[in-house]
């Protein structure tokens, strides 16, 4: 769903995305196993969470040049324990970069992270969705003065 209108200040910008996905369990920095697995399931995950996304916004136009702020919701399926919220953004790695991946280059640089939430599926499948927005921080400024400080 897109927030876009005509004529709308493009800090109003917004679309929501959802996609039946979860973060993979081998992405965890506790799983066990080797790397190869690891990196099968991060790309089936990646290349499926670009198709979603790119169905998502195939009619939609994405602000060129600007950051985006991106709040996730996800919500786990039977059998899947909830995991640590300092866990979550690094077991989504594959799936965000499908995501900036289906909105057609862009950056995951150009990608900050808002909120988390999560929750448990009524249907008990697992499905995420991003909500993504204008991000007007200034990043440049907030990176140099991190360097300040150290």
């Known amino acids: 769903t897109s927030t876009d209108a005509p004529g709308a200040d493009s800090s ?8 039946p996905l979860v973060p993979p369990k081998q992405m965890s ?11 099968r399931v991060s790309k089936v995950h990646r290349k499926r969470a670009a198709e979603y996304t790119a169905e998502a916004i195939k009619n939609i136009e994405i602000p060129k040049g600007v950051h985006l702020r ?6 786990w399926g039977a059998g899947r324990l909830r995991c640590d919220d300092d866990a979550l953004p ?3 790695k594959p799936i965000l970069d499908g995501l900036a991946d289906g909105l057609g280059g862009t950056s995951d ?11 448990r599926d009524a ?9 993504l927005s204008i991000d007007d921080r200034d990043h440049s400024n907030v990176v140099r003065r991190m360097g300040e400080a150290a």
């Open 12 to 19: 109003m910008w917004g679309i929501r995305i959802e996609m």
């Open 123 to 131: 249907d008990k499948k697992g499905w995420m969705a991003f909500t």
């Open 109 to 119: 640089r150009k990608l900050h992270l808002g909120t988390m939430k999560q929750g």
């Open 90 to 92: 690094t077991m989504s």
């Open 29 to 39: 920095h506790n799983a066990r196993g080797s790397r190869w697995g690891t990196t």
């Open 70 to 75: 991106y709040d996730v919701e996800v919500y």
